[in-house]
T-cell receptor
Framework: NAGVTQTPKFQVLKTGQSMTLQCAQD?????MYWYRQDPGMGLRLIYY???????DKGEVPNGYNVSRLNKREFSLRLESAAPSQTSVYFC????????????FGSGTRLTVV | AQRVTQPEKLLSVFKGAPVELKCNYS??????LFWYVQYSRQRLQLLLR??SRESIKGFTADLNKGETSFHLKKPFAQEEDSAMYYC????????????FGTGTLLAVQP
């Protein structure tokens, strides 16, 4: 039982390049989320998918797109990377029910130069 | 709008001293609150849920609706407690979104 798996763990991009961050969970959770973590700002929600087939914007969606490929997988795409997108990205999933917290992946450390 | 405030960026204590990490929230509904811990360069791990009223690794947290607070406490800090701690509030109904505070770095000195 791997929980939430993110790839890659590290990535360096040049400004204007594109890439996709992959996330998969094996816990049969309905909801999945992408956050970015920046010093002094905590974690901010980029996009989320409350259930398979649905996606919606979070607090900081500009410059990103997402795909909920199936129940297990939720990918985050940067179409044209900018230095402001240098961050650590975390994927998370959530078991249905308000009393449960999230399970997080190990993160992707992205640097845009 | 919902909000989570952690007023301290850094809390430095000596081993064996009591610890209190502050968290205040603003939310119009019934709050569902959590504490997460992140050890150096690792993933976030769920530490406590307010609903379960449990003690994990010696930490406890009580929801005070009158003061809109959910402070994290431990009577005797250990060096291995050094980490970043995030308070989080679940909101958004069925979408179950979490909003995080900005985090407090706990440094336990020997």
């Amino acid at each position: 039982n791997a929980g939430v798996t993110q790839t890659p763990k590290f990535q360096v991009l040049k400004t204007g390049q594109s890439m996709t961050l992959q996330c998969a969970q094996d816990m049969n959770h309905n909801s999945m989320y992408w956050y970015r973590q920046d010093p002094g700002m905590g974690l901010r929600l980029i996009y989320y998918s409350a259930s398979e087939g649905t996606t919606d914007k979070g607090e900081v969606p500009n410059g990103y797109n997402v795909s909920r490929l199936n129940k297990r997988e939720f990918s985050l795409r940067l179409e044209s990377a900018a230095p402001s997108q240098t961050s650590v990205y975390f994927c998370a999933s959530h078991q249905t029910g308000r009393h449960y917290g999230y399970t997080f992946g190990s993160g992707t450390r992205l640097t845009v130069v | 709008a919902q909000r989570v405030t952690q007023p301290e960026k850094l809390l430095s204590v000596f081993k064996g001293a009591p610890v209190e990490l502050k968290c205040n929230y603003s939310y119009s509904g019934s709050p569902e609150l959590f504490w997460y811990v992140q050890y150096s360069r690792q993933r976030l791990q769920l530490l406590l849920r307010h609903i379960s009223r449990e003690s994990i690794k010696g930490f406890t947290a009580d929801l005070n609706k009158g003061e809109t607070s959910f402070h994290l406490k431990k009577p005797f800090a250990q060096e291995e407690d050094s980490a970043m701690y995030y308070c989080a509030l679940l909101y958004g109904g069925a979408t179950n979104k979490l909003i995080f505070g900005t985090g407090t770095l706990l440094a336990v000195q020997p």
